[in-house]
């Protein structure tokens, strides 16, 4: 059952390619999809007026995740445990399992390379990207509807032919900005922003683009410099509206440690968020530091040190699960996580199964991998409840 | 069934006086007196020689607990919450229930209160103390047999006639020395520490010698001073002996305190003792602080810290576990205990019942309160499991 609604878009722009050959198809149950007519700057096709057909299946929504995070900041080893969680194959290139889709948002640039460019603009600039073709696409997946998304080319930096995405049981879009326009953030079931440190980002572009592409110390600099004010007006704003911050920050254990090998990863989980409860160490609600090392557990130097407690973090009420310190041998983390709560696991013990079979991936040995998994976790018991509850729901009660 | 020895005491010097009155019973199971016959310096008795009987009933030993710490530091309390975990009544003065008898080590003595102004020794100086008559009575009574022990009347400063003491199931020894002597030291199943640090010594004195018998500032500090230097020499290092320490420091939840109200408490729990598993909090073995107060529980400033650790202490490797601060409500004690482990509590919440039930004894909303009913129950629990493993071993294998 659908129940359908006709609304025109005259506000879109955008200069992204879409082909004119549409035609409308019978909207049925599971048999959705919205033709976008779009205004094209490059006047390849006539300004036309546009209108979206939406079909909203109250039992088939797709839920959306949004997943933000600069360039370079694990964002697809992220989503590669995400996958995993999900029963797909990380290793695919889609990373599409059964259930879940994977959406960049670099897709929405309005803008390519030499766009911005000309118009002095960086890609972190809001006017690189077409917000309005961003949320109306999102919202046709989220109602059901296939779109023609577009592609944007990383390698030649232009636009590529849109490809189809058909609406999944979970989207996942991830990039510069999920959360950045309020309309996109409304569609938004959970969302997350992984937050690297300035030290630790600086860190890791020297590790991959010096040792791994020759470049000098000055132009890394140079370039993390430049990308400042934008990254700090547009993207980092971003934070106050997710629902976990996986934030990663050089370790405290070795005093003025500026290696950035040894991390220190916290977990900022908001409050009073439906259908998600915070995880939680030993006791939910209290402050707590916990050394695991000592006489059950051997650690190398600087150790393990774990931190859970309540906090404020930019005006939200949050718990925070802190891992500062790394594992010298990945079983040991089953201590780890027979000691956290509310991890949502489906047995015991899933999270170090999960962590074991993708020891390879970066970060699988810190609190990065670790708290990856567990927002994997989170979000596949989010998507569970809310199956659930729709299952619960009445169909013709959906908006009492 | 009791195996007896009879064996000459020569070297025994004392002048506590003995009634000389005495005749030797019949020797049996639960029936069972040594007497001393005492060479007295004051010439009230002719030197004589003297003979113990022991007669050791193997299923029936007494325990023998040894509890150290300076005068005015709490000792009677921990007694009376002691008492009171065995099921006695801790308001009676002779704090005996019917498993366990005190003796204060004070009635060993051999100097009174003029002897020891002759011989310019203070009543922690060894040569104030008969250890030759503690030891051969506490050994008599562990061996079953009732001893005649001397009283020290300290409005008087004299020795009063002594009393007999037949052997309990549960003897404490309490006073400054139980630890000194190692011959009384080897006597003990289990031996207490109670640490009061000199800011919070001093605190108190200020508290009971200023405010409750008008003695001046000066003077308080003139005899802790005066008594320093033999509590240093001879007191103190009876720590390195303890099976588990109570130690009470100012408060580190508000800077610079030394009002010493608000305290920090330390249970030092010696690892490797038999019949002794260290209480831990939420992980056994690792190292942890824990803030209780937050969600659930509201503390008032400056709230309420737990720690847990693995330390080295005196050169023995022990177990703490530490409270800073106090309980606002005293029922909120149950939420604590909750988190606690290895407390040999005989249901969920006895420690919360002891200590709501003698609400009025000092320290009952701080962690001396809460370390002395735990170390009440570690006690019971260590005298359950001696009496259980007596039950096992058959009569005739005692010495296999």
């Not at 960049?104 to 390379?113: G, K, P």
């Not at 006489?295 to 931190?307: A, V």
Request: hydrophobic letters at 35%; proline letters at 5%.
């Amino acid at each position: 059952m659908a129940a359908c609604t006709v609304y025109s878009t005259q506000s879109l722009r955008t200069n992204i390619s879409i082909p004119t050959s549409s035609s409308k198809t019978h909207v049925g149950f599971n048999q959705k999809q919205v033709v976008f007519y779009t205004k094209s700057n490059n006047k390849r096709l006539n300004n036309t007026s546009r209108y979206l057909i939406t079909c909203k299946a109250s039992d088939s929504q797709t839920i959306v995740i949004g997943l933000a995070a600069d360039s370079g900041c694990g964002k697809s080893t992220f989503m590669r445990r995400l996958t995993s969680v999900f029963g797909g194959n990380p290793d695919s290139n889609t990373l599409i399992s059964d259930t879940t889709t994977v959406i960049c948002l670099d897709d929405y640039h309005s803008l390519d390379r030499t766009g911005r460019k000309e118009k002095g603009v960086t890609a972190l600039d809001p006017r690189a990207n077409d917000f309005d073709l961003m949320y109306e696409q999102v919202k046709a997946i989220k109602d059901g509807i296939s779109v023609q998304k577009p592609i944007y080319n990383h390698v030649t930096g232009l636009l590529d032919p849109p490809e189809l995405i058909k609406p999944p049981k979970i989207l996942v879009i991830e990039g510069l900005h999920p959360m950045y326009d309020s309309r996109v953030r409304d569609l938004l079931d959970f969302s997350i922003y992984l937050d690297i440190s300035n030290e630790v980002k600086f860190a890791w572009k020297i590790q991959r683009d010096m040792a791994e592409r020759g470049h000098s110390l000055e132009s890394i600099k140079a370039s993390i410099e430049a990308r400042k004010p934008d990254f700090e007006a547009y993207i980092d704003p971003q934070k106050q509206y997710a629902d976990a911050v996986i934030e990663v920050l050089p370790t405290q254990l070795i005093p003025d440690d500026n290696e950035g090998k040894i991390l220190r990863v916290r977990l900022i989980q908001k409050e009073g968020v439906k259908y998600f409860s915070p995880v939680y160490l030993f006791d939910e609600g209290s402050t707590i530091s916990w050394i695991p090392c000592g006489r059950k557990l051997t650690c190398s130097y600087p150790g393990i040190k774990f931190f859970y407690g309540p906090e404020s973090y930019k005006g939200n009420e949050v718990s925070v699960v802190e891992m500062d310190g790394q594992f010298d041998r990945l079983d040991e983390l089953i201590y780890v996580e027979s000691h956290l709560s509310n991890l949502s696991s489906k047995f015991y013990g899933e999270v170090t199964q999960q962590m074991l079979k993708h020891a390879d991936f970066p970060g699988s040995n810190n609190g990065t991998g670790l708290f990856q998994t567990i927002v994997g976790l989170k979000i596949r018991d989010l998507f569970e409840q809310i199956v659930a509850s729709r299952a619960e729901t009445p169909v013709g009660a959906t908006k009492a």
